[in-house]
């Protein structure tokens, strides 16, 4: 089959489709014929080998943790679930490898007739990674740092599910698309701590920021960031839930949530741009200008 992979670090033109050997699923797994799937932001800085100290890899470095498509196998164990059923999910997080024409999945749900696949595709990573900090954030009050981004489109929405009045970060042409998800915007950049008050916690989707992030939650214990790997010298939480030691638990029971959501129509996945696998170099490309509005998605 077909599948997205990088042999080396390098820029983004060391992605490229390879021909390997499809997955089955095993015990308490089914394999699903992908329809769509979501690129992971954080691989570019494991491809350009940014966090390898942090995050090692073996080569080929397979791609990709979201998926949806159509159930085609059925792994030992498994009940509830048919051959032929639509759903999306994450494939195990050492393994990844969702990028590509066959998927084994791990944890998953049905996908929601109000999702097209290239939003159920790019669905699962970013409702779990939200829901997970959302879990471990307090407050009536929640600054998105980075909310019109793939994670962060989905957090302002699960927040304000959450009966939470949310601010969020993004450039002035995407203000009015945050107002839509029932956020109050704001520029990001210099001046932001005179712009934003009044908060109880941040979530920081984007990095770069954490000193003014800090001073406007008024604790680093308030601040929680998916992307800055300085967290630990301003005592900020680094979430995240690769497979190594400091890992959060994968808050999976997000997915479930995220269909009743979905079937309500508050909840939908921004797609900032659909490619198919043999242009993954170029959608690299586009998650490293910061250009996409919502979550980068393959399409098979």
């Known amino acids: 089959m077909k599948a997205v992979q990088f042999s080396q670090y390098g820029p983004p033109s060391v992605v490229h489709v390879a021909d390997v050997a ?10 699903i014929s992908v329809r769509a799937s979501g690129f992971s932001t954080g691989e570019t800085s494991i491809r350009s ?20 498509g159509v159930v085609n196998e059925v792994g030992e164990g498994v009940d509830g679930i048919e051959i032929g059923a639509p759903v999306f999910g994450m494939t195990a997080a050492h393994l990844r490898g969702a990028n590509a024409e066959y998927a084994v999945l791990v944890h998953w749900a049905p996908k929601p007739d109000a999702w097209s696949w290239a939003e159920a595709g790019g ?8 829901t997970r900090v959302l879990d471990q954030l307090i407050g009536e009050t929640i600054l998105v740092h980075g909310a019109a981004g793939g994670v962060g489109t989905v957090a302002v929405q699960l927040a304000v599910a959450r009966g939470a009045t949310v601010i969020g970060t993004a450039s002035p042409r995407n203000h009015d698309f945050l107002r839509s998800l029932g956020a109050e915007p704001t520029t ?6 005179d712009r934003v008050s009044g908060v109880d916690a941040v979530f920081d989707c984007a990095g ?10 008024g604790d680093p214990a308030r601040v929680v960031t998916i992307t800055d790997a300085t967290a630990a010298q301003h005592g900020v939480h680094f979430s995240h839930s690769a497979a190594i030691p400091g890992a959060d638990p994968l808050a999976v029971h997000g997915l ?15 797609v900032a741009a659909t490619f198919p696998l043999s242009e993954a170099a170029a959608a690299h490309e586009l998650s490293e200008s910061r250009h996409g509005r919502g979550k980068i998605v393959y399409v098979n």
């Open 22 to 31: 499809e997955p089955h699923a095993g015990p308490g797994e089914i394999r």
């Open 49 to 68: 080998g940014a966090r390898k100290e942090m995050l090692p890899v073996t080569f080929p470095f397979r791609t990709g943790y979201d998926a949806a």
């Open 123 to 130: 669905a699962a990573g970013a409702v779990e990674s939200a």
């Open 188 to 193: 990001y950049g210099p001046g932001l701590v």
């Open 208 to 217: 770069g920021a954490l000193p003014d992030l800090i001073e406007i939650a």
């Open 256 to 270: 479930a949530a995220a269909v009743k959501l979905a079937e309500q129509g508050k909840l939908r996945i921004p």
